[in-house]
């Protein structure tokens, strides 16, 4: 809704990176067919709040979060690679990707 809009607005203003990334990203979904939430792929929300989960850790870390190129292969490498559903969630009010069970429960359906 409004608020969602508004709070995604503001992560764009604050993460120059997210809306040129976002973009990529979801063009990538599609070609692979990926984007269709109907049939188990990601919706553009949670593929945005993947990638700024992605951008908190990588300023925790001190790294650059302005560079497209090594973001977009970070993005890759850690949800196609790295992350583990089973044992890991994404939460951007916590940090990033962080251990599942640092969730409280009844912020999602496993």
Request: aromatic share 8%; glycine share 10%; net charge positive.
């Amino acid at each position: 809704g409004p608020v969602a809009a508004a709070h995604l607005a503001s992560q764009a203003l604050h993460w120059p990176a997210l809306r040129p990334l976002c973009l990529v990203i979801k063009a990538t979904l599609k070609v692979k067919g990926l984007n269709d939430v109907a049939a188990g792929g990601l919706s553009s929300y949670g593929m945005v709040y993947m990638v700024i989960a992605m951008l908190l850790e990588e300023e925790q870390l001190g790294r650059d979060t302005k560079d497209l190129g090594r973001l977009l292969h970070r993005f890759f490498t850690l949800f196609g690679k790295e992350f583990n559903p089973v044992h890991e969630a994404v939460s951007t009010k916590l940090g990033g990707v962080v251990p599942r069970n640092r969730v409280p429960a009844t912020t999602y359906h496993s």
